[in-house]
């Protein structure tokens, strides 16, 4: 018997060692085969925009399929939670947005924890928003919209991409700060909310300057200031909420790269030096930049803490502002 232990343990050991010495050869190989890229919103919004530009430029970094797969719904929660439940062989990766780590303290049953059940890769941009109406309002600055407000209370709709995103708590720290009552109308991603405020449904909404940009620049929405403490590079000319009146305004949106938690770190690591290879270049800097956003590309050691410290920093938003899921 005990000789049968003995056998069994060394056959274990050999094996377990055969397993990890494969572990670097898995990531140099990798992906032998096309990888699920998630983006758990609807096209048209900036987790889409960008998603799609990674997703191509890693297919092409590797000369293998990237799988856009759009799965949108509950403010981005039900992709995540895909991701979450996917295998943990290197061929799922998702991306996760600040909504997911909002979401943590407005839905008990999430179905995923945004720092514990995932490989974190990289953060891959900050994104400003934008203060939008529609050009048929009657105003033009951050006063004139709060002078609105205050005569008109709870006449005014403003759009999010869904309870527990940016752009919901952007609004609600302005209604706040600003003392005003506008109603909120969520919608399943930053996508169909532009329409709707594109055809006049919506007067008022926080959007990221690259999914709303270009109906800005057209001339169909009217920029009125940028949700952060310094003006947008590109847009100099668009002055901030904090330099409008409402003094210490700051907030915006961020994306990152994820994979299900257990994803052997050397594919981790592979595919975080690829793309930080990718964001560091001065041609992807740019792109982003014209679409608007600033390149991060961290470790995925940072990513993870930064992943935690915007948890537990929105949870006290969330409680402060008694906002629940919708």
């Given amino acids: 018997m005990h000789c049968l232990k003995r056998f069994v343990f060394a056959l274990v050991s050999v094996l377990g060692l055969g397993i990890v010495a494969l572990l670097p050869v898995q990531a140099q190989n990798y992906p032998g085969k096309p990888v699920r890229f998630i983006i758990p919103f609807p096209p048209g919004g900036p987790t889409d925009i960008l998603g799609r530009v990674i997703s191509q430029r890693l297919a092409e970094t590797w000369n293998m399929q990237v ?32 909504a997911q780590t909002i979401s943590r303290s407005i839905y008990p049953q999430l179905g995923f924890d945004p720092v514990k059940d995932f490989a974190h890769v990289t953060l891959l941009a900050t994104l400003p928003s934008l203060l939008l109406v529609h050009s048929s309002l009657p105003v033009r600055s951050v006063k004139e919209l709060i002078a609105l407000a205050k005569a008109r209370p709870g006449a005014l709709n403003y759009a999010s991409g869904g309870s527990g995103t940016s752009s919901q708590m952007l609004m609600e720290l302005f209604k706040r700060d600003g003392g005003i009552d506008i109603v909120h109308v969520p919608y399943k991603g930053t996508g169909p909310a532009l329409i709707d405020q594109l055809s006049g449904q919506i007067e008022v909404a926080f959007s990221t300057i690259m999914a709303a940009l270009p109906y800005a620049q057209s001339g169909r929405l009217r920029m009125i200031a940028v949700s952060t403490k310094q003006r947008f590079p590109r847009l100099l000319h668009v002055p901030t909420i904090d330099e409008s009146g409402l003094k210490g305004f700051d907030g915006g ?17 592979k595919v975080n030096a690829d793309l930080v290879k990718m964001l560091k270049s001065p041609a992807m800097k740019d792109k982003i930049l014209t679409l608007g956003g600033i390149t991060i590309g961290d470790t995925p050691d940072e990513f993870t803490a930064y992943t935690k410290a915007e948890v537990e920093k929105w949870a006290k938003v969330v409680k402060a502002a008694g906002i629940h899921g919708e």
Avoid: H
Avoid at 70 to 96: F, H, W
């Fill in 253 to 269: 949106s961020w994306q990152g790269l994820i994979m299900p938690a257990g994803t052997a770190r050397e594919v981790v690591s």
């Fill in 67 to 98: 799988i856009a797969d759009n799965r949108p719904g509950a403010g981005g929660n039900v992709g995540t939670a895909l991701c979450a439940q996917a295998p943990p062989d290197g061929y799922t990766m998702c991306m996760i947005s600040i």
